[in-house]
């Protein structure tokens, strides 16, 4: 069965270095998101991504933020400088419709010291 | 404001019990709604959903989820819990005027009990 894969599954990284976190949606789907959950709290939507540009974000997806589709198959989500407050599971989903179910990852733990 | 509430953080049932975990919604179109589970250190994982049509939704696993306009809720059900059910759930909404963006409730942990 098709599954989103996300790399690294945990990432450690100095206050104000910059991470690359990777996610490879499932092939035939056009709709690509990020979420983050900070430990404890609720899953937070960050930005939706379809034909190569954001489709929606949210506040939290600020200028330190950025998404790109390099190539066919992988979507990665970048953070210019990392700040304590960015430690948190993040999740990578997809879907074939804008509004169908989406597809998750298993995530990816970025701790930031 | 577009919202999810999950009124209860967690909830324990013995092993063999009924199980209905609670969710109500704030949305101002018609909402698609979800659950996902969450076992520990895994990803989100749909159960079911509702777009439309029959209110009562059969999902993985053997659950269920019954979605009422008039009480804007979508609660999840289980005749019988077993012990493999123990896990974080979350409800989930979202809608045509949103892009495909989900809007997550806070969760609801299970424990069962043997």
């Known amino acids: 069965e098709p599954e989103v894969t996300q790399t690294p599954s945990h990432q450690v990284t100095q206050m104000g270095q910059e991470v690359i976190l990777r996610c490879v949606p499932i092939?035939?789907?056009?709709?690509f998101y990020w979420y983050r959950q900070i430990l404890g709290q609720k899953v937070e939507f960050l930005v939706s991504?379809?034909?190569?540009?954001?489709?929606?974000k949210s506040e939290i997806f600020d200028d330190q933020f950025s998404v790109e589709r390099p190539d066919g198959s992988n979507f990665t989500l970048k953070i210019r400088s990392t700040k304590l407050e960015d430690s948190a599971m993040y999740f990578c989903?997809?879907?074939?419709?804008?509004?169908?179910?989406?597809?998750f990852g298993p995530g990816t733990r970025l701790t930031v010291l | 404001a577009q919202s999810v509430t999950q009124p209860d953080i967690h909830i324990t049932v013995s092993e063999g019990a009924s199980l209905e975990l609670r969710c109500n919604y704030s949305?101002?179109?018609?909402?698609?709604l979800f659950w996902y589970v969450q076992s520990p250190g895994q990803g989100l994982q749909l159960l079911l959903k509702?777009?439309?049509?029959?209110?009562l939704v059969q999902g993985i696993k053997g659950f269920e989820a019954e979605f009422k306009r008039s009480q804007s809720s979508f609660n999840l059900r289980k005749p019988s819990v077993h012990w493999s059910d123990a896990a974080e759930y979350f409800c989930?909404?979202?809608?045509?005027?949103?892009?495909?963006?989900?809007?997550f409730g806070q969760g609801t942990e299970l424990s069962v009990k043997p």
């Open positions: 989903a997809s879907s074939v419709g804008g509004y169908n179910e989406q597809f």
């Open positions: 509702y777009f439309s049509g029959d209110t």
């Open positions: 991504f379809y034909n190569n540009e954001i489709s929606e």
């Open positions: 989930a909404v979202g809608g045509r005027n949103q892009g495909g963006k989900l809007i």
């Open positions: 092939s035939n789907h056009l709709y």
């Open positions: 949305y101002g179109a018609t909402p698609y």
